[in-house]
């Protein structure tokens, strides 16, 4: 149920708790003067239903618009406000017709709401009942407006919204690939670093392998000069 339509299936079921009242207000003059008000009984018993069911639908179209944040909190208060008061109206109704209650009690400008403007030729506003001050005294296509108007200005909060995201989602890609590069940068590091190590390795074992042959040559230089200088003096005359 869009908000247009939720407001257009108010107004209606104000007019049809308008009708009932009336209705009933005919049948209680049939039955004082003596009329058979049985026809307009079972035309109210099918109104009360249908009542019963408009404000249904109107309290489950609140609580999709509300759950879907497509109207405002004060809004959705404000619209709960007018549930409540058909609520109010329709128990009365109901009373009324059962005979429960007259209509000469104080709840008759409650039933008959509206009657007193519909007398001097004008209909009473539905958008008047428990209304906000935000919304007081506009007509029903000034509160069309005022709803629209929201509702841009939400659609523009939300695609500033939107695009804040995007753009951060794009932030979050570049540094991402920045990251990746470095990455691959330390690999490449790394791998340097393992090969050199490797080489440094390679060598230590080289110069130590040079040097153990190098210890060795030296014994043997040693070795023959010792054997020489045996010799010499062995082959020296006394």
């Not at 209650?101 to 004008?122: Q, V």
């Not at 753009?167 to 490449?188: P, T």
Request: aromatic share 2%; hydrophobic share 40%; charged share 25%.
């Amino acid at each position: 149920m869009s908000q247009d339509a939720w407001l257009q299936n108010y107004d209606a079921t104000c007019r049809l708790a308008q009708e009932i009242a009336e209705n009933i207000h005919e049948r209680n003059r049939q039955q004082r003067t003596g009329g058979n008000p049985a026809k307009i009984n079972m035309t109210l018993r099918a109104s009360l239903q249908k009542l019963k069911q408009n404000i249904a639908q109107l309290k489950e179209g609140l609580l999709r618009a509300s759950s879907s944040r497509r109207i405002m909190q004060s809004e959705a208060d404000r619209r709960q406000n007018l549930i409540d008061d058909l609520l109010t109206r329709e128990k009365q109704l109901n009373a009324t017709f059962k005979g429960d209650i007259t209509e000469s009690e104080p709840s008759r400008s409650t039933l008959m709401a509206g009657g007193a403007g519909a007398s001097g030729g004008t209909s009473a506003n539905p958008w008047l009942i428990n209304e906000s001050d935000e919304t007081k005294g506009l007509t029903f296509g000034e509160i069309k407006q005022q709803q629209q108007r929201v509702i841009e200005a939400q659609d523009a909060g939300l695609d500033a919204l939107a695009a804040v995201i995007s753009r951060q989602k794009i932030m979050g890609q570049e540094i991402g690939n920045e990251l990746d590069e470095q990455n691959e940068i330390i690999d490449d590091l790394t791998h340097l670093v393992d090969t050199t190590d490797n080489r440094i390795r390679n060598e230590t074992r080289r110069v130590k392998l040079v040097e153990t042959k190098s210890a060795s040559c030296g014994m043997l230089v040693v070795i023959v000069l010792l054997l020489i200088a045996i010799i010499v003096i062995a082959a020296w005359p006394v």
